[in-house]
């Protein structure tokens, strides 16, 4: 299914509930402001210091399956509301999800990191830069990722994709606010594809910090990061380097652009749930291989990209 990402991003802002719909008032003039079908909701991102909402809403999003989604001033998701239950096998497939093997795992954050891998290559040749560093350490990649190639590929492809001078820091601003929006959206489309999928986002694949609630959400969303980091590319070349209503809905965009994958054209988001599935099908036995996005770019963006030539 494909939903609709909503974002609340001005202050004084109260959200309600009414007859299926998520209703937005101004709180000053209590003029309503708009309202969207809960059914047509992927997820709510609070990006706003100044929001009131109503528990019937929160509550209503969670039967849903929408994460509703709190961001601080740099644009980072901090918390995430999430339903308990998602998925008629639920419990079934924690339970084969806890009782997952170490080479199990290890053979499948393997296959993620090779992914990402491939598509930061993709990224790198969109964005005319070498690519060779980045598809040699795909080819690398071990069980488990004993050599940390990720962390090796990470080191050289910033460079490679914004210049020597860039440096990832989660608490800048300019681009890299950019990112931090464009992974926050991503992140809240993974968790809600896991939780759909019956299994339990805290039990990852690779990541292993005591606080992160989320391990195998930021698993998973590694692939699917080089998509948002060639948006953010493409936004600098054409003059926006800082967080803006323009560029947030162009970040968002990119969930709706279709992949490449073995069953063809796919939309960014449907791949996110079928990679969700489909790990869940590997815990159960009952497939060996995790259904991953091909190498290359979303076909809207590739396009653009062309024309801009």
């Not at 170490?102 to 005319?128: C, I, N």
């Not at 692939?223 to 323009?246: A, H, S």
Request: glycine share 8%; charged share 20%; aromatic share 4%.
């Amino acid at each position: 299914m494909i939903g609709r990402i909503v974002e609340v991003a001005d202050d004084r802002r109260h959200l309600s509930m009414n007859r299926g719909f998520m209703v937005v008032k101004d709180t000053e003039s209590s003029k309503e402001l708009g309202q969207v079908p809960l059914d047509d909701i992927a997820a709510v991102i609070a990006n706003a210091q100044g929001l009131s909402y109503t528990n019937n809403l929160l509550v209503a999003l969670a039967e849903r399956g929408a994460p509703f989604v709190l961001c601080a001033a740099n644009h980072n998701a901090v918390g995430m509301l999430l339903p308990i239950e998602g998925n008629f096998e639920q419990a079934k497939r924690i339970e084969a999800q806890i009782a997952a093997s170490l080479p199990t795992h290890k053979r499948m954050w393997a296959a993620v990191v090779r992914s990402k891998l491939e598509q930061q290559a993709a990224a790198l040749e969109a964005a005319g830069a070498p690519t060779a560093p980045l598809t040699a350490l795909a080819a690398k990649v071990r069980s488990g990722d004993p050599d940390n190639l990720e962390a090796q590929g990470a080191r050289r492809y910033w460079g490679l994709l914004f210049g020597d001078g860039f440096r990832r820091d989660q608490q800048a601003g300019g681009l890299n606010g950019l990112l931090n929006y464009g992974y926050t959206v991503m992140r809240a489309t993974m968790a809600r594809a896991i939780i759909a999928a019956g299994l339990h986002p805290s039990i990852g694949l690779h990541h292993s910090h005591d606080n992160n609630a989320m391990r195998l959400v930021d698993d998973l969303m590694e692939p699917f990061r080089p998509i948002i980091d060639l948006k953010v590319w493409q936004l600098r070349r054409n003059g926006e380097e800082m967080v803006t209503p323009e560029s947030k809905r162009a970040l968002v965009r990119t969930l709706y652009d279709d992949m490449q994958t073995a069953s063809g054209a796919t939309p960014v988001m449907v791949c996110t749930q079928r990679l969700a599935v489909s790990l869940a099908q590997v815990y159960l036995g009952e497939r060996d291989k995790l259904d991953l996005p091909l190498p290359g770019l979303p076909l809207s963006l590739a396009s653009a990209l062309q024309d801009d030539e």
